[in-house]
């Protein structure tokens, strides 16, 4: 695929090739590691703007970056526009570049709360979210979906209202709200999208290997790629995409991972988080199954670490 900088803003990405932000995932470790193989830019977990307002101490360690990061962009889950308004003004973001507002999440219990995607049901109230974080004075982008159901999709006219309103650049998951995760992305409802505004529409669905990237920007004409829950299986793919990074061992990504963890968090999270990860790297290696009983048992690190080297060296 065509690798090449992008613009959002007064930001200068290296490539177009980007992380999504992504649950119990995307904590300052991997996005580092991210950058480190090739991405342009990568998010935070989905941060709650009401969370935030209250001071959540969880929801403050999402937010967790340093000096080192490249990019620094958090992804804000809201449904009030004043109080999104007032969390990404608020000194709690001070140190963030962009602020992406999540317009896409399908999860039940947000859309029911008026978050996520239940936003594309409700344009005015879009708008004035983005107008609202856009007074941040910060690069301010969305993430969104093809519609709400796949008889009625509507990302073309979606993305003119973000870009109305201010946003700096789209991203369109193509399936809809009532496909969840699963199906075939509709891929003229990016590239609709792609022709219906003038700054970066970003394709994001269904990208399992560089050939599915490739595909993506072949059918859709975007300006780059997002990619999920298979860069968790293989980091590599932003380094098989760019040709730049250094390409590693499984294992080595893993080490490099702890030690990261273990400098900015206890270590009940750094286990979690390299059980979920490892779990992820294990999924196409025969005769690791046996492991992870092992692996989930572990009752401290240097005993985790002992299962990841069976697994994994």
């Not at 177009?16 to 991997?30: D, K, S």
């Not at 399992?208 to 072949?218: C, G, R």
């Not at 092992?294 to 690190?301: D, F, M, T």
Request: proline share 4%.
């Amino acid at each position: 695929m065509m690798i090449k900088k992008l613009r959002l803003g007064k930001l200068l990405l290296p490539s177009n090739v980007l992380m999504a932000p992504l649950a119990g995932y995307t904590c300052y470790p991997f996005r580092m590691l991210a950058y480190e193989m090739g991405a342009g830019l990568c998010f935070t977990e989905m941060v709650s703007a009401n969370a935030l307002k209250y001071r959540d101490r969880a929801t403050k360690r999402l937010l967790l970056t340093t000096k080192e990061e490249p990019v620094k962009a958090v992804q804000l889950l809201g449904s009030v526009p004043a109080i999104m308004e007032q969390m990404a003004c608020s000194e709690m973001l001070k140190h963030f570049d962009v602020i992406d507002i999540n317009m896409g999440c399908p999860v039940p219990n947000i859309f029911k709360s008026g978050e996520g995607c239940a936003l594309m049901t409700d344009p005015a109230r879009a708008f004035a979210m983005i107008r609202g974080c856009k007074k941040s004075g910060k690069v301010v982008t969305v993430k969104c979906r093809t519609g709400i159901r796949e008889e009625e999709m509507f990302a073309a006219e979606f993305a003119r209202m973000c870009e109305a309103a201010g946003a700096d650049m789209v991203t369109i998951h193509g399936r809809s709200r009532s496909m969840m995760y699963d199906g075939t992305p509709y891929y003229q409802e990016i590239e609709q999208a792609k022709a219906a505004v003038s700054i970066p529409i970003i394709a994001n669905g269904g990208i399992f290997s560089v050939k599915d990237a490739e595909e993506m920007m072949e059918r859709t004409g975007a300006d780059g790629v997002m990619v999920a829950r298979y860069a968790l299986e293989n980091p590599m793919i932003f380094q098989e995409l760019t040709g730049r990074g250094q390409k590693k061992p499984f294992l080595e990504i893993l080490s490099g991972q702890m030690a990261l963890a273990r400098q900015h968090y206890e270590e009940d999270f750094v286990m979690a988080y390299i059980r979920k990860l490892a779990s992820y790297g294990m999924k196409k290696r025969k005769g690791t199954k046996r492991y992870k009983e092992r692996l989930y048992r572990s009752g401290s690190l240097e005993e985790l670490w002992e299962t990841v080297e069976l697994i994994f060296g």
